[in-house]
């Protein structure tokens, strides 16, 4: 059974950074590709960030230069490094496994999922 945990979320100042992690379990890892996605109360689920299997990245304009989405292949573990950090980044952040197919961002192009972890930025 696949399963998907994330962890590194917190609390952090404007202008911070902060490392999510997201742990993978009963998935051949290396072979598909997984993404970040957010969701702000009262809004929609976004795509952060792509890392596709080939080695290729995608991310929303509005995190472009500031996070950076890696994987760690060894230890079945996708990264999202989040640096100069802004109250509109605040979200619950999600891991999303195994790419159904294009579009990359979109929340429908993803079959499985984490619980997700909590990101608050304040200023």
């Known amino acids: 059974q696949v399963r998907l945990v994330e962890s590194g979320g917190g609390s952090v100042q404007a202008g911070g950074s902060l490392r999510l992690s997201c742990a993978a379990s009963?998935?051949?890892?290396?072979?598909?590709?997984m993404a970040w996605f957010r969701q702000a109360p009262g809004k929609e689920r976004e795509g952060v960030a792509a890392f596709r299997g080939d080695g290729t990245t995608n991310y929303a304009d509005s995190v472009k230069g500031r996070f950076t989405i890696s994987q760690d292949n060894g230890k079945n573990t996708l990264y999202l490094q989040m640096n100069s950090l802004k109250d509109e980044d605040s979200a619950m952040y999600y891991c999303a496994a195994h790419f159904l197919g294009p579009p990359p961002l979109a929340a429908g192009s993803y079959k499985y999922w984490g619980q997700g972890t909590q990101v608050t930025v304040s200023s």
């Open positions: 009963g998935y051949i890892y290396s072979r598909y590709s």
